[in-house]
């Protein structure tokens, strides 16, 4: 079946550094790829997405690329702070109206 | 201007009981979406309701089952509660002038006994 997968369940960067997260996908359809940032005993918060037309894009201090080839998104977030450390989400979908998330990478930034 | 809000945030049920969970859509929103967030888990879509109808739905049993009304308000209905419905239960609203982005609430923390 379709499914998000993370390669990595828990990431440690030391305050300052830049941090990668990444993500494998599968269902070849999916037009629309968002990433997700969830701190404890909050919903998700909306990071930056990305549409399947693109294999870049900027936000403030965060990029998404995003390899159609390998199936294969990842984000990135430039001098990562300690406000940073929460559970990331990739999510995946034909339209942001039915995503199908991935199990999520918990972030620890490190003083 | 007020975000997503659900009701309520925590509940305890028990096996076979009934529950009902509510939503409130951001202003100017049109669009609710229920998932299920196990814990350690990632948000699973239910379903998506616009202009009081169930437009799409996961692979969810029909024990869950939902109604928006006319204010674009929403409700989450489980029949018969399993152990396994414990989770965190999240409204989304997406629709107006923020296009395709989903705006989630803090959801409401269901545990089944």
């Known amino acids: 079946g379709e499914s998000v997968g993370l390669h990595l369940p828990t990431l440690s960067v030391q305050e300052g550094d830049n941090s990668i997260i990444n993500c494998a996908y599968s269902n070849s359809a999916s037009d629309y790829f968002i990433w997700y940032k969830q701190e404890s005993g909050k919903g998700p918060q909306f990071i930056i997405d990305i549409r399947s037309n693109m294999d870049k894009r900027q936000g403030q201090r965060v990029t998404v690329l995003l390899n159609k080839t390998v199936k294969h998104l990842s984000l990135q977030i430039a001098a990562t702070q300690p406000g940073d450390s929460a559970v990331y989400f990739c999510a995946e979908g034909r339209s942001a109206r039915q995503l199908t998330f991935g199990s999520g990478t918990q972030l620890t930034v490190l003083p | ?113």
Not at chain 2, 16 to 43: E, F, I
């Open chain 2, 1 to 113: 201007d007020a975000g997503v809000t659900q009701s309520p945030t925590h509940l305890i049920k028990t096996r076979g009981q009934q529950v009902t969970l509510r939503c409130s859509p951001k202003s100017g929103h049109d669009t609710v979406s229920w998932y299920q967030q196990a814990l350690g888990q990632g948000p699973q879509f239910i379903f998506q309701y616009y202009e009081e109808e169930e437009r799409q739905r996961g692979n969810f049993p029909d024990r869950f089952s939902g109604h928006q009304f006319p204010n674009y308000s929403s409700e989450l209905n489980v029949n018969a509660l399993l152990l396994g419905d414990s989770a965190l239960y999240l409204c989304a609203s997406s629709g107006g002038q923020g296009g395709r982005e989903l705006f989630f609430g803090e959801g409401s923390r269901l545990t089944v006994l």
